[in-house]
């Protein structure tokens, strides 16, 4: 298959030259500030639970990694681009690869020790149920 680009008839050939300048301009700028992984997170919540939802397509369960550290739930690992292909040439790569960490404050009325997760097919689901109390102190003024 071959790839060819569509030119607009009775385009003027100067003005295709310079708008093709700008889009790889523009097109250049963007992707470098774009060239990262940054996973899609979903996060809702039931009367029981909270639950967080992030898409990490191609990634191995081994490869994704959750910590809780001071109520702050993070959710950090690497995407990796793998050319193991011989004999296959890309025309286009617009999938984001790279090494990626999304952080979440936990609200005061969750219980820390009950967060679960599971990964299937693409989505890491964690679970993090509430807690019956919320955890408040009320702090004396002297």
């Known amino acids: 298959m071959t790839l060819m680009k569509y030119t607009r008839p009775g385009s003027n050939a100067?003005?295709?030259?310079f708008s093709?300048?700008?889009?790889?301009?523009f097109n250049d700028a963007v992707n470098s500030r774009r060239n990262s992984f940054v996973p899609?997170?979903?996060i809702s919540e039931t009367e029981e639970d909270f639950q967080i939802t992030a898409e990490?397509?191609?990634?191995?369960?081994?490869?994704?990694?959750?910590?809780?550290e001071n109520s702050r739930l993070s959710i950090s690992g690497e995407r990796s681009f793998e050319k193991e292909e011989t004999g296959k040439k890309f025309h286009r790569v617009e999938s984001k690869y790279g090494s990626f960490e999304r952080s979440f404050q936990l609200p005061d009325?969750?219980?820390e020790d009950s967060i679960s997760a599971?990964?299937?097919?693409?989505?890491?689901?964690?679970?993090?149920?509430?807690?019956?109390?919320e955890v408040t102190k009320k702090i004396e003024i002297s």
């Open 40 to 42: 899609s997170i979903d």
């Open 109 to 111: 009325n969750v219980d």
């Open 56 to 68: 990490l397509p191609g990634m191995e369960k081994d490869d994704i990694a959750v910590n809780l």
């Open 118 to 133: 599971t990964y299937d097919n693409g989505l890491l689901n964690i679970s993090i149920q509430k807690s019956e109390q």
């Open 20 to 25: 093709d300048i700008m889009d790889e301009f």
């Open 14 to 17: 100067m003005s295709k030259q």
